[in-house]
């Protein structure tokens, strides 16, 4: 393998030894100092926060793998665009920049900016949602499932039948099943509001959508006048496996295909807190009657139509981000470190989700702690298991990220995920190695983990902010296990 041509290898670099490692295409040059508490206090702090990653403080964490929203790293580029911001209620110039970026790269005539990814889901929903609407998708995502229940409607997936399963070699386990989604459009009848794509399908473990797919569920849509939304927000990510793993797509240039997925949709929306790498986000779209219905939401609930709730800093950021996003080393930097991760974990036995997808490795709970029943939260009590046994901050995404059904039952989850979210271009090498030796103590101490249940639960998205308890002393015992373990208990 002495002569690979960059078109074709998508710019990997080869390594003359065969080592199959990430090799970053940028340089560091500002940094963030980060310190690993002892065991201790680690265990003092994941107490301190019922349990619960998302209400740690960020100084007691050492690596913060919770999400890849708005802490990715940015490039020289953005920081030197915000200088030039142009601050006005209205008509700001910073607007127009962003406006024709994104008209540039998706060819769409009109964008409305909102402050994040579910601002726009709110703006959509609210537009398109009554009660008894019926929306179907690959695969929901929690802000997007909240928003349209509010309203009263539902929400359907048509995932084929083997995006489920977490040992795969299924290129593109996020595609839309189109037979389900047919059948699932029928019974819907004159309730049918809209489809959703959501790329880089984030719940099942970052897996993406393939352009084929696209292809086929918009040509559906436009035969039965069905609008199509395509939540973009991990498009960067799937634009990677579109170029990777999808043969037709491996030489064409990726302007190119985005201009293609855009053409398919009726909506488009994207959180920049991802897409980007800045923070905000925005809806785009070519139809003037979509755009009317939309707009009066962007200025009742986020701000003109001009800002729509962001800074104005951070719209130059996200336009140059954008721009960047059309970088194979801007796009790979997830996916390989992704990876990376991921195949030393599964060295130490460590169930992961594969084909290993985008926003971060995803570990399956369900089996590491396959005596945990679902009802006492696995994947929940694994990531606060985690925090103690290395400072690593993942995110629970399985039953305590669902809603309880009407009833007040639990609504047990498909999947026990724990994810170790990979931020672009803020960790290195060594600390994925870290991250997997410690996952690697963690699973041979496995039985000492235990479950949780809920002190203060609520409502709505209860995973944010709810406060859990351990349903024994099996945190201490742990901590304790570790101490004896390591040489300095850290
Ligand atoms: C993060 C995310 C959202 C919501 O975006 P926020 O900016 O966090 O509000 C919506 N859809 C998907 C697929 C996401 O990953």
Redesign the pocket.
Known sequence: MSCVNNSTNNGKIVFFSGEDIPLEMHKVRMVQRIQLLPVQERLAAIREAGSNTFLLRNRDVFLDML?D??VNAMSDNQYAAMLRADDSYAGSETFYRLSEVLQDIFDTRYFLPAH??????NIIANAFIKPGSVTVMNYH?T??KAHITRLGGTVLEVLGDASLEIDSDLPFKGNLDIAKLEKTVNEAGDNMAFVRI?????LIGGQPVSLQNMREVSAFCRKRGIMLVL?A??LADNLYFIKTREEECRDRPLADIVKEIASLMDVIYF????LGCARG?GIMTNSEKLFKKMRDFVTLYEGFLTYGGMSVREMEAIAVGLRETLDINVINQTPIFVEALGKELQKRGIPVVTPFGG?GCHVDASRFVDHIPQEEYPAGALAAAIFIASGVRGMERGTMSEQRNPDGSERLSEMELVRLAVPKRVFTLSHMRFVADRLGWLWENRKLIGGLKFEEEPETLRFFVGKLKPINDWQERLAEKFAKDMPNGI
């Not at 994040?116 to 889901?121: F, K, L, N, P, Y």
């Not at 959501?198 to 984030?202: H, L, Q, R, S």
């Not at 959180?271 to 991802?274: C, D, E, F, H, L």
């Open positions: 999400t929203s708005g994040q990814g579910r601002a726009c889901e995502f802000t997007t959501e790329a880089g399908t984030n939540d927000s991990l959180s920049a807190r991802k986000g926003l």
